[in-house]
C-alpha cells in the first residue's frame, strides 16, 4: 500500500525476467511538478531562458551569493516604498521558498539522501502537477536528467519516463497544454540513453486505470538496455522477443 503502483508493477516485471533479487527505492510523493524533483545543479547548465529563469530563483534563496542579497534588498526595498504609500505589502519571498514543491525541494529531502546508494537507472512517471504547462515540459526533463546524473556522478545513468496519460473523462486527447507537454516529452527522447513509454490509450481521471501497464511498459526499456541477456517470453503487454 505504501508503494507506488508504477515502480511496484516496473520492479515485478524485471524481477520476473531477471530472476534476481532487484532493489528499487521509492522517494515518489504525491501531486509533486518535475522541478522539485530536479537538484539544483540541473538547472545550473541549461543554456535557455526558462531554466535560468528558475536557476536564477534558487539562487536568490541561497545567502552565500550576490543574487541571495540583490534580491533581498530590492524586496525590503519595495516593502519600504509600500509602506510608505500606504499599500499592502508583499508576503511573496525572493527564490524557492514558495513550499514544498518549489525547486530542488523534495530532491534535497527525498532522492539526495539516497545518491550514496548504487544506482543502475531510474525511472519517471509525472502526473497533473505540470499539466498547463505545456512544451517547457523539455526543459524540465533535461533539467532533472542532468542533475540526476551529475548528483549520482553518473554521466550516462539511464532515466526512462512515461508520456503524459488521456486525462479527464475522456480518453479522446485533446489539443492544448497537456498536449503541447505530451509533445515536450516525446522531444525530450533527445537525450542520450532515456527512453519513452506512451500512455496515451491509458484513460482515467487523476489517478488513471491502470498502472501496471505503465509499469511494464517502462520495464521493457530497462530488461532491452540495461539486462540485455534477458530473452523476453511474454507478450500480455505487447512485448515479443528482445
Sequence with gaps: A????????????????VDVP??????????????????RIGFRDGKDDYTKA????????????????????????????AVKAGHAIST????????????????????????PYAC?????NQGWANIGEGIVYYNNLHSMIRGWRLAWGKPD???????????????????GAAAD?????????DIPHTGMAIQIDIGGGIHYFN????????ALHALKNEYPSTTLTTNQFGAGKI
Design 2 to 17: 505504501e508503494m507506488s503502483a508504477i515502480v511496484y508493477s516496473f520492479a515485478y516485471h524485471v524481477f520476473k525476467e
Design 22 to 39: 532487484v532493489g528499487i527505492l521509492n522517494c515518489s510523493f504525491s501531486q509533486t511538478p518535475i522541478q522539485a524533483w530536479t537538484p
Design 54 to 81: 528558475i536557476y536564477q530563483k534558487v539562487l536568490e534563496t541561497d545567502p552565500t551569493t550576490p543574487e541571495h542579497k540583490a534580491a533581498w534588498e530590492k524586496f525590503y526595498a519595495d516593502a519600504g516604498a
Design 92 to 115: 511573496k519571498t525572493p527564490g524557492n521558498m514558495g513550499d514544498n514543491r518549489d525547486a530542488s525541494w523534495l530532491f534535497n529531502a527525498r532522492l539526495n539522501p539516497m545518491i
Design 120 to 124: 543502475r537507472g531510474g525511472i519517471w
Design 157 to 175: 545513468m539511464p532515466v526512462y519516463f512515461n508520456q503524459f496519460y488521456a486525462n479527464g473523462v475522456s480518453e479522446t486527447p485533446t489539443i
Design 181 to 189: 507537454m505530451r509533445f515536450g516529452t516525446w522531444l525530450a527522447r
Design 211 to 218: 498502472k501496471t501497464l505503465s509499469g511494464q511498459r517502462l
